[in-house]
């Protein structure tokens, strides 16, 4: 099991731009950890939300696939910002705490690792691996090779375009 917090002060906002501005993160690293490298894996999608004065305020989203399940939660109107995913296997734990921190709980130990103060936040987040693999599959596509998309890429669209919509249907509302 995998729980996903991403939380914001006072952020509340259209519901299309808060889950593909934002929670996109969310569900793409859930969709990761449920082993959906592939559009093989079939995922079922539920959503929770809740509205201020129109705009959306908090998501919960659960993922379930055949053997895992993953809960993303944020609030766009909490009292912090933060990013915490705790990951729950048989024998251990593994907690991320702002992509900074990460610690592995196993059988009463606890070991935990720090990104060093002076990473830059495109490295610590990814972003800079992730803009490099973009550019290198812009490169093989302008070199002829079929550089296609990942097929996790495209599954993390569908599953956001699922939750948009059944918010905008009304859905489950807190």
Request: charged fraction near 25%; charge should be negative.
């Amino acid at each position: 099991m995998a729980i996903l917090q991403k939380n914001r002060v006072n952020l509340p906002g259209s519901v299309r731009s808060v889950i593909f501005d934002d929670f996109i993160h969310v569900v793409d690293t859930l969709l990761f950890l449920l082993g959906c490298e592939s559009c093989e894996v079939q995922v079922q999608v539920q959503v929770r939300h809740r509205r201020s004065n129109g705009q959306l305020s908090m998501v919960v989203v659960t993922l379930t696939s055949l053997h895992r399940t993953a809960i993303g939660v944020m609030n766009r109107d909490g009292g912090i910002t933060e990013e915490i995913l705790e990951v729950m296997l048989r024998q251990d734990k593994f907690r991320v705490a702002d992509l900074r921190e990460t610690t592995h709980y196993s059988r009463g130990q606890q070991h935990t690792q720090r990104i060093g103060d002076w990473t830059s936040v495109g490295v610590a987040r990814g972003f800079e691996s992730m803009v490099n693999a973009f550019l290198g599959r812009v490169s093989a596509s302008r070199d002829g090779q079929d550089a296609g998309n990942h097929p996790l890429d495209l599954m993390t669209h569908r599953v956001c375009e699922d939750i948009v919509s059944q918010i905008e249907a009304g859905g489950t509302e807190e």
